[in-house]
Structures are given as structure tokens and as C-alpha cells.
């Protein structure tokens, strides 16, 4: 399976900011994925990013609020911005597996998350 | 639309006894179905997932599932629970056809010894 590094893994921000999260992966994939994960919740799709195109974000989630870029294979980053107290989550990274075994098509790998709190 | 239902926000057993979590699809495909594992403050973690293949899968750390597509159902079992399985369990559902995995809300899981 795919490995998956994200920072941060935390960060405690003040209202009004923005902040970027990193997601890194230790090998190249068409499509990764950004869930959010709000207190208590399961987990939220907000978009999808393809390497070379614009992003696909879900119903409720704006490209004005949550930025990402795709540089490369390999990287993305997701920004949240001016932020406020509702955005206090845990910001997860996924790509779709290619492996066999348990493993393999349609099974997506995450990161480890990125825990917000926002002032 | 594809989607899961889990029937418990809570389930708690003591060590040693049996574990079954609850889960419900709708899909108007044949959905794959995967049961996801989140210990505090980790990431997740594929237990099991079905593809059309065997009804009954096994899965990591003895879970294992079965598809009942007559039930909807896609229930996660253990036959003995360990303290080590306390964690938040997600059943998510996926069509064949595409990509987006749509999550249960989880039941969380308490071991007591």
C-alpha cells in the first residue's frame, strides 16, 4: 500500500487565518482525495484532485474556502482558509490503492490526518 | 445514491466475548463494501473489504463480515474481543463504477476487562 505523510499533524490556529496542509505520498497516483473529519463525525469528502486540472469539490465545500493544489504525482497540499471555529476538524488525505491482496482497487490508503483547532 | 447505516453509535463488550458491529447498505449497484478501524488519534485503517467475490470475508485481526444482500446487510463480527480492539469502526460504501467512498458514522467500540 501506498505511504502517506501529512503535515501538520496538529495545529492550533486563531480565527480569521489560514493554514495549509501538506499531504505527500511515497508514490505517484492519479487521484488524491481530501476528507474532513469534524468532532464526533465520520468522515466528509471535500474534493478530489486529479495532477493537471482543477480540482472537483463536493456539494457545500467551495474552492474560495478550501484552495488545493496538485503540482505532482506525488504531492497536494489543502488549504483552509479564513478560518473560524466551525473549521475545527481533522483534515485527511487519501489516494486509491493499487496494490493486490486485501488491498487494491477501490480501497483508499490515508494519511495519519491533520488535527485543526481554531480559536 | 450509495450509502451505509450504522445501527450502533456505541457498542461496549468485555474481553473475551464476541463482537458484532452493525451495518446497513443501500446501493442502487453491487457496492463494495469495507470496514475501516480508527484507534485514537490514527489514522485509518482497512480492516476487510468485499468486491463480489465471497459472501463471508475475513479480514485483518480476526474480524471478519458478511454480505447479506437479501438483509443489506454487511455486519462485522469477532468471536473474542481484545482490549486492543477499543477504536471507532466505520463501515463505507463504494460503487464498482466509481471511486468516492461514502462513510458510515461510526460505532465506537469499548472493551472493558
Known amino acids: 500500500s501506498a505511504v502517506i505523510s501529512q503535515k501538520p499533524s496538529r495545529d492550533i490556529c486563531q480565527r480569521g487565518t489560514s493554514l495549509t496542509i501538506q499531504c505527500q505520498v511515497d508514490?505517484?497516483?492519479?487521484?488524491m482525495f481530501w476528507y474532513r473529519q469534524q468532532p464526533g463525525q465520520s468522515l466528509t469528502l471535500i474534493a478530489t484532485a486529479n495532477q493537471g486540472s482543477e480540482a472537483t469539490y463536493e456539494s457545500g465545500f467551495v474552492i474560495d474556502k478550501f484552495p488545493i493544489s496538485r503540482p505532482n504525482l506525488t504531492f497536494s497540499t489543502l488549504t483552509v482558509s479564513n478560518m473560524s471555529p466551525e473549521d475545527s476538524s481533522i483534515y485527511l488525505c487519501s489516494v486509491r490503492d493499487t496494490g493486490t491482496g486485501l488491498s487494491g482497487a477501490n480501497v483508499l490508503t490515508f494519511g495519519a490526518g491533520s488535527r485543526l483547532t481554531v480559536l | 445514491a450509495q450509502s451505509v447505516t450504522q445501527l450502533d453509535s456505541h457498542v461496549s463488550v468485555s474481553e473475551g466475548t464476541p463482537v458484532l458491529l452493525r451495518c446497513n447498505y443501500s446501493s442502487s449497484y453491487s457496492p463494495s463494501l469495507f470496514w475501516y478501524v480508527q484507534h485514537p488519534n490514527k489514522g485509518l485503517q482497512l480492516l476487510l473489504k468485499y468486491t463480489s467475490a465471497a459472501t463471508l470475508v475475513k479480514g485483518i485481526n480476526g474480524f471478519e463480515a458478511e454480505f447479506k444482500k437479501s438483509e443489506t446487510s454487511f455486519h462485522l463480527t469477532k468471536p473474542s474481543a481484545h482490549m486492543s480492539d477499543a477504536a471507532e469502526y466505520f463501515c463505507v460504501v463504494s460503487p464498482n463504477s466509481g471511486y468516492a467512498l461514502n462513510f458510515g458514522k461510526g460505532t465506537s467500540l469499548l472493551v472493558t476487562p
Open positions: 508514490s505517484q497516483v492519479t487521484m
